[in-house]
Every structure is written in structure tokens, then in C-alpha cells.
């Protein structure tokens, strides 16, 4: 089972998983993703992704986000490109109209919100001997 995401440092707000299927990854984002939040937020985000060559998707339902500064948007497009990278098609699902509105403010919201193709998985790169 995934772990949870904690996604503020207060007590209760966190992600927590809902059932997977066998190649999505689901997060549920709860509470504020502000400066103080981000750097774990991130941190735990990508490890529940780490060793997963199976995962075709990542959905991060976020109908119980509370704040979303800067930073937190931060974390949902460095999220978004390392999904990207690695042929993973990213989802935002349940956005608020906070969230929204920063998005759109922002100019970020067709791009973590557009349909995605899966790309390809990195590879060895040329003449790394790998």
C-alpha cells in the first residue's frame, strides 16, 4: 500500500491513498501546500512513485486542499515533470476554485491540467555505459 503524504505540518492534514489499480498511483492531497509543506510534500509524493516502472498514471485528488501558495504550486509542476520524464501522465482531479483561480492566475492550469499522452521511460543514456 502507498504511504501516506503528509502535506502541512499540522496533525491531521495529509495525502492518504485510495485503493490503486495496478498501473495508477492515487494521492489525496488534504490541508495547506504552503512553504512550510511543500519540501515534504514533494519528497513523499516522489517516493511513492520511486521504483514503480508499472505506474502509467498519478492522480492527485485534491477536493480536500485547503491553501496553495507559490510554493505549493511549485511542488504540482516539479511533480508534473518529473512524472513527464518518466512517461507518467499526471492528474489533478476535484481542483477548487482557490486552486483554480492560482492556476489560471498563474498561467499553469492547462498545462497540469492537460490531457497527456504517455511518453516513453528514460533509458540508459548514450555513452553513459549503462
Partial sequence: MDEPVTAT????????????GPHTVHLALTGDLDYDAYGEFLQQARAALEGRSDVTDLRLDCREAGL???MGLSALLQIHRSAEENGIRFHLDH???????????TGTYEHLT????PGPRPGPHPGSGT
Fill in 95 to 105: 481542483i477548487g476554485p482557490a486552486l483554480r483561480r492560482l492556476m489560471e492566475l
Fill in 114 to 117: 492537460a490531457l497527456q499522452q
Fill in 9 to 20: 505540518p499540522d496533525p491531521d492534514p495529509a495525502v492518504t491513498p485510495p485503493p490503486a
Fill in 68 to 70: 496553495v501558495d507559490s
